[in-house]
C-alpha cells in the first residue's frame, strides 16, 4: 500500500517523537507499504521555516534530505492532483477547515490511490476513503 505522510506525522516519524501514534508506526514501518511525503509538505515547511526559524529549525530542502534518508519517496503535485481539489467537500456541520497544504495532500492522496495519514482532527469530515486517522 503507498501512504502518504501528514506534515506533522511526517515531522513525527523523522525525530522519532513520542507523539506518534503506534498505529501510524505500524502503517510507516510495514515493509509492504510504501512511504511518500508531498512536496506540499517542504512547501510549507520552507515557508513556516523562513517566517519562524525559532520554531522550525530546518529548510525545506534539508526536510527532504530527511525524507530520502528515510526511504521516503517524493511525491510531486501534479495537474491532476490540483483538479482533484475540485472533489473535495466538508460536511456543512463541520469546523472550518483552512489549511491549503492539507487539502492539496488529500487531493494528491484521493488521485493516486493512496491512504493518507493525519492526526488532524478536521480532516476526516472531508469523508474521503482515503484519510486514516492516527
Not at 16 to 28: D, H, M, P, Q, V
Not at 39 to 57: F, R
Not at 59 to 88: D, F, M
Not at 89 to 110: G, L, S
Request: net charge negative; aromatic share 8%.
Amino acid at each position: 500500500m503507498n501512504i502518504l505522510l501528514d506534515t506533522h506525522v511526517l515531522l513525527w516519524a523523522l525525530t522519532g517523537s513520542e507523539k506518534l501514534s503506534e498505529r501510524a508506526k505500524a502503517f510507516i514501518m510495514n515493509p509492504d507499504n510504501v512511504v511518500f511525503y508531498s512536496v506540499a509538505s517542504v512547501w510549507e515547511i520552507s515557508i513556516k521555516h523562513t517566517l519562524h526559524p525559532e520554531n522550525i529549525p530546518f529548510s525545506g530542502k534539508e526536510l527532504s534530505g530527511y525524507c530520502l534518508e528515510a526511504g521516503y519517496e517524493p511525491l510531486e503535485i501534479s495537474e491532476r492532483h490540483v483538479y482533484s481539489l475540485e472533489t473535495l467537500h466538508r460536511d456543512k456541520e463541520a469546523k472550518p477547515h483552512n489549511d491549503p497544504f492539507d487539502r492539496m495532500m488529500i487531493a494528491q492522496a484521493k488521485s493516486e490511490n493512496m491512504l493518507f495519514l493525519t492526526h488532524d482532527a478536521l480532516l476526516p469530515d472531508y469523508n474521503e476513503a482515503c484519510i486514516i486517522s492516527v
